[in-house]
């Protein structure tokens, strides 16, 4: 499965726009129960206004609200922010923790959020699980679970070493524009056959599926189908 995944998308990375690791912390909080395109929205003009923990800390929250607007539960988010802000300059001089426990003492951070940082900042392989990923998860049979954290800890268990760096963008990417929630693209899925999923979206339901790639010109798609087919030879071989 995950061969597959990595021959559809050899470097996957995350959508949410940022250019160091304070502003990954930002985007990531801030991308709890909203889209990725809501944040990115955001972040485009805030962080050219302050983009620092210092920077954020100086705004105060009647600065900062304003900019958060296209972010759902705004308002809480913003004072999370300021508090985060704050305690990442008293507390870590400036400077993104490395530690889960430093993290997740953050406002606004929790499990998920402290894994992406330690994934993409400090080269970690933790494996978050939002979601996307959960439901992939559960579905594909890959690591069932009724709760995220066992759902991560079934996904650490049987994840080979070289693809848990990535495993948490390939899932969720998946989740996000193949494996949806309302009525999954299966007909155009790379890993069809491997997933458990009883329930799979026939041919016929496929222009009702609510996952982008259904209605994307199958042009589009013959670079993945070459790839997962050269993995899946691979696979057959070795």
């Not at 302050?50 to 009647?62: C, E, F, H, R």
Request: glycine share 6%.
């Amino acid at each position: 499965m995950y061969r597959r995944l990595q021959a559809a998308n050899p470097h996957p990375t995350t959508e949410l726009e940022h250019k160091t690791p304070f502003e990954l912390l930002v985007a990531v909080m801030l991308s709890a129960h909203t889209t990725d395109k809501s944040v990115n929205t955001a972040t485009r003009l805030l962080f050219p206004v302050a983009n620092t923990p210092q920077a954020i800390l100086a705004m105060g929250v009647d600065g900062v609200k304003p900019y958060l607007k296209t972010v759902g539960l705004y308002n809480a988010k913003t004072k999370n922010l300021i508090e985060l802000s704050r305690r990442i300059v008293e507390q870590h001089g400036g400077e993104v923790p490395h530690s889960r426990e430093a993290l997740e003492e953050l406002p606004g951070v929790g499990r998920k959020t402290a894994n992406i940082i330690l994934n993409m900042v400090f080269g970690e392989s933790t494996i978050a699980v939002d979601t996307h990923i959960f439901r992939v998860a559960n579905r594909t049979g890959l690591a069932e679970g009724k709760n995220p954290r066992v759902v991560e800890d079934e996904l650490n268990a049987v994840t080979p070493d070289a693809f848990k760096k990535n495993a948490h963008h390939w899932l969720l990417l998946h989740g996000r524009y193949v494996c949806t929630a309302r009525l999954p693209a299966c007909p155009r899925c790379i890993i069809a056959d491997l997933c458990e999923y009883p329930h799979k979206t026939p041919p016929l339901d496929l222009p009702r599926s609510d996952a982008p790639i259904a209605h994307r010109k199958k042009s589009a798609r013959a670079p993945v189908r070459a790839a997962a087919k050269k993995s899946a030879v691979r696979r057959r071989k070795g």
